[in-house]
């Protein structure tokens, strides 16, 4: 092996920065920098130099470990990411100069360079790479309307957990802000929002949160909301999303099927009071000491409840929590975060199903962070923007069409703690609102407020319109530059399994496609309608199952393979249970549904779940909920109902009664008692029948208007 002195004999370079022996250290070194595609080739340096280095504090401890391999020689390739860490470039410069290093070190090893040269010394090949962290400029993509910034280039997919994004976002924009509320005092620029979000993952894990462990949220669209989401992902443990509608009978369940860790939640929320939910759930809470693990014999798995803006016995509030962030240190919160892969888990949404049992769908990093950013490109989000987010966090309307897809690009957001017409228009006044997104229902009530008309929407620009039946008519009211300006209007479309969006028109694209369609598939996911019955994929213009693949499909339904199997196919594709079709321009339109789902203003309703619930009242004998159409919402419940022989209750009893356990929102507004219902000759109910028949019966055809997936051009 040539000595380092030989190897630099001649050479005009004396200390151009390596990096390549710090990266032997392997684990070691990982655990501190992050170094991409630094390639380290030959026999490596000999023992006299590691002697010499051992000089120098910083790099000691590092050489100790390596000295073995390196006396023997080694060839190492190490990949990791890049430039994206605290690299010690001057410190270790300073280091190598004071000891008078001698050594060969290059910023590339290319053979016809240096002919003499049989062993690298030390190799640096991504110097221009890591300089481009300090070149911003040539880093940020512009706008459409040259008006804004955004850091990445529109279509690709991103490595990054969320975490990482929020790093990203402090180090291009200091001085942008992501929060500006109207309704509550708090204002913060994105530094200041990652300064409120570090103590409380510190808290976190003093309170005993690990990776891979479940943190609910149960509150309105309250700062709390945000800070718990980026705190609790930040450290690689799940955010759990609950119904802010929800009652004891669904939260009891969600609680536990979740095995939920720690609780953050709010005090009530209109019909639904969570403190005394959770106090009846958990009467332990009662003798537990604020700070001290709880021990909750009906949620065993709960050890911690926090509660935001109000104080009860045995839990500690959100100050007296984000206090506790003292007891650990950053370091801490930077070795836990650093362990945290985007193929991780990162939030669990609950949704419905046939079997009357609500799945904690898995979504990781990958999904909701690509998904996000892919809305938000179509969107043409930039610093430029402020988002009003009047639609709730616990969906992914709001959490990943509202917020993710604003804080990849850069922008503001500006969220509501809950909708209100006259709040919202007033937001728009005074934020200068560029886009905003709604089921049809709020666009409604905002159209017929009477502040309407005195709203300035001269700088709206885009938004979503989704969630239920979105009336093309509606749609163009609202993109009308004499109504609220939104030219850009678009609509998405998907499910919560799929991250939720599959498909999406771009705010450039004709109004029409973005009007009569749900678009187009996004980059990096495939989509396609087959016949139900053969699983074979249909022609351009027929009806059939619509499904997806890509990076945007679920990790699965926790704790439920079978369901997850039920959903995803052996070859990976999601199946939607939706009706749709496509054009021969590769447009979807949505035209029916092969399940049940009932969606009112935006919320899906399974009347399995309601089915079940009724069951369990003691007159009932048999229960079939349906959804009739509605003006307002689009569709809402019906249930129909055959009372056991000799038992009578009137309408409103039963009303009251699921009233006292479910969500309003899944609270039927029609109940009937029959006493039977159409069948086929194999005895199933025909269930098709018995919405036709309904709806004329109560005068509703027609009362949904136009749906923009039925609207067929």
């Not at 009372?643 to 009578?648: A, D, P, T, Y």
């Amino acid at each position: 092996m040539q000595s380092l002195k030989t190897m630099t004999a001649g050479s005009p370079a004396k200390l151009i920065f390596f990096f390549a022996l710090p990266l032997m250290l392997g684990n070691v070194f990982q655990q501190c920098y992050t170094v991409v595609d630094t390639i380290i080739v030959g026999r490596g340096v000999g023992m006299d130099a590691l002697a010499a280095l051992g000089t120098v504090d910083w790099l000691n401890w590092m050489l100790l470990g390596l000295a073995t391999g390196l006396a023997q020689g080694f060839s190492v390739r190490v990949s990791q990411k890049f430039g994206e860490g605290d690299l010690p470039v001057r410190e270790a410069l300073d280091a190598l100069d004071k000891i008078n290093y001698d050594g060969y070190v290059s910023l590339e090893w290319v053979k016809r360079w240096a002919p003499d040269l049989t062993d690298a010394g030390i190799v640096f090949p991504h110097f221009a790479n890591y300089m481009s962290a300090y070149n911003t400029e040539s880093r940020l993509q512009t706008s459409k309307r040259g008006d804004g910034k955004y850091p990445w280039k529109k279509n690709t997919m991103l490595d990054l957990t969320f975490g990482e994004v929020l790093d990203r976002m402090v180090h291009e924009f200091p001085d942008q802000y992501a929060f500006r509320y109207t309704e509550l005092d708090y204002t913060r620029p994105y530094p200041e929002f990652r300064d409120d979000v570090d103590p409380f993952a510190r808290a976190l894990i003093s309170m005993g949160v690990k990776q891979g462990d479940h943190v609910a949220i149960w509150a309105t669209n309250v700062p709390a909301w945000f800070i718990t989401f980026w705190a609790t992902t930040k450290i690689g443990a799940v955010l759990v999303t609950v119904n802010t509608a929800y009652k004891r009978h669904e939260a009891d369940y969600l609680f536990r099927q979740s095995d939920t860790h720690t609780l953050v939640m709010v005090e009530s929320c209109l019909d639904s009071n969570y403190r005394e939910i959770i106090n009846e759930i958990c009467p332990e809470i009662a003798t537990t000491k604020p700070g001290e693990p709880l021990h909750c014999k009906r949620l065993p798995f709960l050890r911690n409840v926090i509660t935001v803006g109000f104080k009860q016995p045995g839990c500690l509030t959100f100050e007296e929590a984000m206090e506790r962030g003292n007891l650990v240190p950053q370091e801490e919160l930077t070795r836990m975060a650093a362990k945290v892969k985007p193929e991780d888990v990162c939030n669990m949404q609950y949704t419905s199903g046939t079997t009357g049992f609500p799945k904690g769908v898995m979504l990781t990093h990958y999904n909701v962070v690509n998904n996000g950013k892919c809305i938000g490109d179509r969107m043409g989000l930039s610093t430029a923007d402020r988002m009003m987010i009047q639609v709730p966090m616990f969906h992914c309307f709001g959490m990943v069409l509202s917020m993710t897809a604003s804080l990849t690009h850069g922008a503001t957001v500006c969220p509501m703690p809950y909708f209100s017409a006259k709040s919202s228009l007033a937001c728009i006044n005074q934020e200068r609102i560029t886009c905003f997104n709604g089921v049809p229902t709020m666009f409604i009530a905002m159209f017929n407020h009477e502040d309407y008309r005195k709203t300035d929407f001269s700088h709206m620009r885009t938004g979503i319109m989704a969630g239920a039946g979105c009336p093309p008519e509606l749609m163009r009211r609202a993109a009308d530059p004499n109504e609220m300006n939104m030219t850009g209007i678009v609509s998405v479309y998907g499910q919560t399994e799929s991250s939720p969006g599959s498909t999406m028109s771009a705010w450039t694209d004709p109004l029409d496609l973005r009007c009569d369609t749900v678009g187009y598939n996004f980059p990096h996911i495939e989509c396609k309608i087959i016949d139900p019955e053969t699983g074979e994929e249909v022609a351009a213009g027929e009806n059939g199952e619509f499904c997806s693949r890509g990076y945007n499909t679920m990790k699965g339904y926790y704790k439920m393979p079978e369901a997850t199997r039920g959903t995803v196919d052996a070859e990976g594709w999601l199946h939607s249970g939706d009706l749709a079709c496509k054009d021969a321009a590769g447009n979807y339109r949505i035209t029916g549904r092969l399940k049940d789902m009932i969606i009112r203003g935006g919320e899906n309703i399974y009347p399995k779940e309601i089915e079940e619930f009724i069951y369990t009242h003691p007159f009932v004998q048999d229960v079939q909920v349906i959804g009739v159409p509605d003006k307002k919402y689009g569709e809402e419940a019906m249930a129909c109902v055959i009372l056991k022989e000799g038992k009578s209750m009137t309408e409103a009893e039963m009303h009251d009664y699921i009233a006292a356990s479910m969500a309003r929102h899944k609270v039927p507004k029609y109940i009937e008692f029959v006493n039977s219902f159409p069948m086929n000759a194999a005895g199933k109910v025909l269930k098709y029948k018995m919405r036709e028949e309904a709806a004329e019966r109560l005068g509703l055809v027609g009362a949904a208007g136009i749906d923009t997936a039925k609207s067929n051009k």
